[in-house]
């Protein structure tokens, strides 16, 4: 099987591998993205921690942008954002100068 991916395609920072003829999906290593004086660290809600889209769209105006505070806090999964946890928010600028540095 071939697949091609769009040019610039964030699939493309992918890697297609498969285990017992299985295939799945492996996220390549991205380099941290910078921890600045302008982030915020915050306490999640039971909200928060349960919908980090929205918290994304309260920080960045961006729900999609959930992937940058899982990524700057080395969390995989949203589920495993909890209640009380302090997490950092980066500035959203830095994101856009870190995205321009690793694409």
Partial sequence: MQIILPEGSWLNRTELFSVNGIP???????????????????????????????????????????????HANEIDLPNQLVEGMVIRIPNLETIRTWLEQVS
């Fill in 24 to 70: 799945f999906w492996s996220q390549t290593e991205m380099d941290p993205i910078p921890v600045t004086d302008q982030d915020q660290y915050i306490q999640l809600t039971q909200e928060q921690a349960r919908r980090v889209d929205l918290l994304a769209f309260d920080s960045y105006g961006d729900p999609v942008l959930y992937w940058a505070i899982l």
